[in-house]
């Protein structure tokens, strides 16, 4: 399947630092999803990433889509504490069916 | 519009008993994923159906585990002689078609083993 690599697994800052996290991917991809999820909560969809070199942006979250279509980003400017969650990059399937190849996912936790 | 429902929220089974949990996907959506996810872990894909049809079964387990889409009714999966090692959360995705739509996820069931 089209496995990804997150990084980092964790990531604790201050509020009002930006935050960064990366998806990497060995082949290409034809597209990526983002979902966020709370503790204790489920995955919420974020953004679709499709188009070679395509950025997104939803208020304080940019997304990113490499050239190459093999690597994603998403960077949060200002962090709030309603920013914590697990964020995750999943490219979706395209030989059968729709699934999704969830990423292991970044842990945000923002400390005011 | 209701979302994807999943019950129950809690499961508590022992070693050697079935679990049974259901899906309901959001009105008008036809397709129907089921994930695990372990904790610490992202979610793994273990199966997609659409009505009465199984799509996708790669993800998962050979034994003791099979899932169904009935023409009426919620999407179930059924785990069988249950052992320590299923302990998980179980999520339920719903999409309204075929191609790369967004999945809408339920709350998931929290399956415990004793």
């Known amino acids: 399947g089209q496995q990804v690599m997150q990084i980092p697994q964790y990531q604790h800052v201050q509020e009002g630092e930006d935050f960064t996290t990366y998806c990497n991917s060995s082949?290409?991809?034809?597209?990526i999803q983002w979902y966020k999820q709370r503790p204790g909560g489920h995955p919420v969809f974020l953004i679709q990433?499709?188009?070679?070199?395509e950025v997104k942006k939803q208020k304080r979250l940019t997304f990113q889509f490499g050239e190459a279509k093999k690597n994603s980003s998403l960077h949060i400017t200002a962090t709030q504490t309603t920013d914590v969650g697990t964020y995750f990059c999943a490219p979706q399937r395209t030989n059968s069916g729709y699934a999704l190849n969830f990423g292991k996912g970044t842990s945000l936790l923002v400390t005011p | 519009n209701a979302g994807v429902m999943q019950n129950p929220r809690h499961l508590v089974r022992r070693r050697g008993q079935e679990a049974r949990l259901r899906c309901s996907p959001m009105?008008?959506?036809?397709?129907v994923y089921w994930y695990r996810q372990l904790p610490e872990e992202g979610l793994k894909f273990m199966v997609y159906?659409?009505?009465?049809?199984?799509?996708?079964e790669s993800g998962m387990p050979k034994e003791r585990f099979s899932a169904e889409f009935p023409k009426e009714g919620p999407s179930i999966l059924r785990i069988q002689q249950v052992v320590r090692g299923d302990s998980a959360a179980y999520f339920c995705?719903?999409?309204?078609?075929?191609?790369?739509?967004?999945?809408?996820f339920g709350d998931g069931t929290r399956l415990s083993i004793l």
């Open positions: 009105k008008g959506h036809s397709h």
């Open positions: 082949t290409t991809l034809s597209n």
């Open positions: 159906l659409q009505k009465e049809n199984i799509i996708d």
């Open positions: 990433l499709v188009k070679s070199g």
């Open positions: 995705a719903s999409s309204p078609g075929d191609g790369d739509q967004p999945q809408h």
